[in-house]
């Protein structure tokens, strides 16, 4: 047995021993064999990695969510506070006014009397400026007749 004419023996650790034309396919299966063992260790290796990115990825994803669900509702408790507050300033807001009309109101009514009575006392001083007028006339006028007599008397 001999390695010429592609006779070959088979070993028990390695397989085929001897070479001749079947040495070739064997190198070939061999290094597809340990070529194979290697591209899957090396896939396995890449699936592993690829697996970690995913789920970094996927804890990642799950922390923004929860970032986003908190923030919502920050938001809406915001919003909540917010309408209160509007609520609360809007409701002030009116019980100022309607507190400022009705005063407004009660000084409108006080400055009317006031105006009212102010009034009054005008026309009642007009009245007493044209009495007297009339009686400084009726004086003027008195006056006037005594020197008359006076200067009557001494003629």
Request: charged share 20%.
């Given at each position: 047995?001999?390695?010429?004419?592609?006779?070959?023996?088979?070993?028990?650790?390695?397989?085929?021993?001897?070479?001749?034309?079947?040495?070739?396919?064997?190198?070939?299966?061999?290094?597809?064999?340990?070529?194979?063992?290697e591209t899957t260790a090396n896939l396995k290796g890449k699936l592993g990695a690829?697996?970690?990115?995913?789920?970094?990825?996927?804890?990642?994803?799950?922390?923004?969510?929860?970032?986003v669900s908190i923030l919502k509702s920050e938001k809406e408790t915001l919003e909540s506070v917010l309408t209160v507050k509007t609520q609360d300033v809007r409701k002030t807001l009116t019980n100022e006014l309607f507190r400022v009309e009705e005063e407004m109101k009660r000084h409108y009514a006080h400055q009317k009397a006031e105006?009212?009575?102010?009034?009054?006392?005008v026309t009642t001083l007009k009245g007493e400026k044209t009495a007297l007028e009339q009686q400084m006339l009726a004086l003027q006028r008195r006056i006037g007749e005594l020197e008359d007599q006076i200067g009557n008397d001494d003629d």
């Open positions: 047995m001999g390695s010429m004419g592609g006779t070959k023996k088979f070993g028990a650790s390695t397989g085929f021993i001897e070479g001749g034309m079947g040495s070739t396919q064997f190198n070939q299966t061999q290094t597809s064999v340990m070529g194979s063992k690829l697996q970690e990115m995913i789920n970094a990825l996927n804890e990642e994803l799950n922390f923004h969510k929860k970032e105006n009212s009575r102010l009034q009054q006392q």
